[in-house]
């Protein structure tokens, strides 16, 4: 192996950056597993990580990328092969552990799945975390007793990544789905996805949320919590399901016990980062099967490996609209 192009988080005089440099395989991190990458993709974690406006990254330096998908070079792990493409995501990838923003990668078998038959590595990356979490809260929400026929089911943060494909796994399951956004001018974006309202943010008094308010929703995908979360657990219909995923907004949730108590709404913890089997290797069977989106190339775009620090920006802005895939190697 050459050297290789990597984009290196670094920290510096305690400031916190990226650039583009070469590495070799000797500077790889540990592991048995080792990667030619094709795709990797922008997560709103990867933003936080290389920007450092998020305490995300625990060790410096290190390759950014918490997805990356690829054909297999090299393996000591008796489960994968020369020339077998696969997906690694999640565990310390990009934050503690080199990541997807370089031509090779390195890693532990245990967080390498097989590419399922009917994805490309390119759709593995179009979905990445962030399919791979909505589909997991689904997943969680459902086995709870969610179905399509107790009730509409609200989305927040629904133009972003997470966002987008729950809404479009949701719609394809026949959920009645309501987007909220503070984008008005998407409306038209959440619509081509499959939500059936759109829900505009600014239409919501945050500043007045009581304990319990007039129940609307079956089931609910938060990616933002703070106050929204909280309005949200107030509205949940009797025996509702939550499942809270992002903290956009605010890592802080102001409530009382009252919903949880007086109408059994259930607050599931969507942890897609360290989850193991039999969810990891079960939910992307199923990200290829039922739940594949139908509308996943209309909200991913291709962008070259060089454009990538650019794009952060937007992430942070709250600018980002569907999935970004970045591609390395390509395949």
Known sequence: MDSFKALLIEERDGKVGNRFVEMNESQLDAGNVTIRVAYSSINYKDALAATGAGKIIRRFPCVGGIDLSGVVVASDDPRFQAGDAVIATSFDIGVAHHGGYAEYA???????????????LYDAMALGTAGFTAALGIVRMEENGLTPA??????????????????????KRGYHV???????????????????????????DLAK?????????????DNVGGDTLAWIASTMQQGGTIASIGLAASHLL???????????VSLLGVDSGYIREPYRHGVWQRLAGDLRPPHLERMSRKVAFDALPVLFDEYLAGKAKGRVVVELAGG
């Open 254 to 264: 102001n409530t009382t016990v009252m919903p949880f108590i007086l109408r059994g």
């Open 209 to 221: 949320i009581r304990p319990l308010d007039k129940a609307r929703w079956a089931g609910a995908v």
């Open 150 to 171: 107790k009730g509409p089911v609200i989305v927040t943060g629904s133009t972003g990544g997470v966002g987008s494909l729950a809404i479009d796994m949701l719609a």
């Open 178 to 204: 309501v987007a909220l956004t503070g984008k008005a001018e998407e409306a038209d974006y959440l619509k081509s996805l499959g939500a059936a309202e759109i829900l505009l943010r600014q239409e919501l």
């Open 106 to 120: 390195r890693v532990p078998g245990d967080w390498v799945v097989p590419l399922p038959a009917g994805l490309s």
